[in-house]
């Protein structure tokens, strides 16, 4: 028996679907896939459960990938997408060859927790040198940071490293209250709740 389909097109289906559809998708395909398609799809994901957590790194085997490398990507998230969307951001997952470039594309007025992965010393350090972002960014507003250090395999090397980009990191944040730091190979994690300063959970 023959039987025709009807030709559906996502723009077709009820939001109630295309909700459905979307939730089981990062947040950043969707807004990379669909912003700027048309009016109805932009406002669609633009609803807070799209907005609130972006993340633009992958994990591939033990690494963090930026997934800002192409420029492409690049250009059409920090000049078109995240200007759009900007003051609906609470959390940023970022890599450290891309972070200065996002964070530099918008002003994030309720971003409160940033997650910086690959990072080191030099890099942490230049982050911070940043005045146009330290002060409205991390002196003002940020109150949770995971930090995913670059792994180094001297151990005495790795907490040397640790100990500077802790010297720089307290006096920058001023409202921090929670500090969750680890390799970026997720073998070690050290969390720090400054709400209960005698708390540590490892």
Same mark, same amino acid.
């Given at each position: 028996m023959n039987m025709e389909y009807p030709n559906v097109g996502l723009n077709d289906l009820p939001d109630e679907i295309l909700l459905i559809i979307l939730k089981n998708l990062s947040n950043f395909d969707i807004h990379y896939s669909l912003h700027g398609v048309n009016k109805r799809l932009t406002q669609l994901i633009q609803d807070s459960i799209f907005t609130n957590h972006l993340c633009f790194i992958?994990? %591939?085997s033990d690494k963090f990938i930026d997934r800002l490398s192409d420029k492409m990507i690049h250009d059409r998230f920090c000049l078109q997408i995240l200007p759009s969307i900007h003051d609906k951001i609470e959390f940023l997952a970022l890599?450290? %060859?891309s972070m200065k470039s996002v964070l530099h594309a918008s002003h994030?007025?309720? !971003?409160?927790? !940033?997650?910086l992965h690959n990072v080191d010393e030099e890099s942490f350090r230049s982050l911070l040198a940043? &005045? *146009? !972002?330290?002060?409205?960014?991390?002196m003002n &507003? *940020?109150?949770? #940071?995971?930090l995913a250090c670059s792994r180094i395999e001297n151990y005495f090397q790795m907490l040397s490293s640790v100990a500077k980009i802790f010297e720089c990191l307290f006096p920058m944040f001023m409202k921090l209250k929670y500090l969750i730091l680890h390799e970026s190979s997720y073998k070690n994690c050290? &969390? #720090? *709740?400054f709400d209960d300063p005698l708390i540590l959970n490892f």
């Open positions: 992958k994990k %591939s890599e450290s %060859s994030y007025a309720n !971003l409160h927790c !940033l997650a940043d &005045r *146009n !972002l330290s002060v409205p960014i991390f &507003r *940020n109150t949770i #940071l995971i050290v &969390r #720090l *709740n």
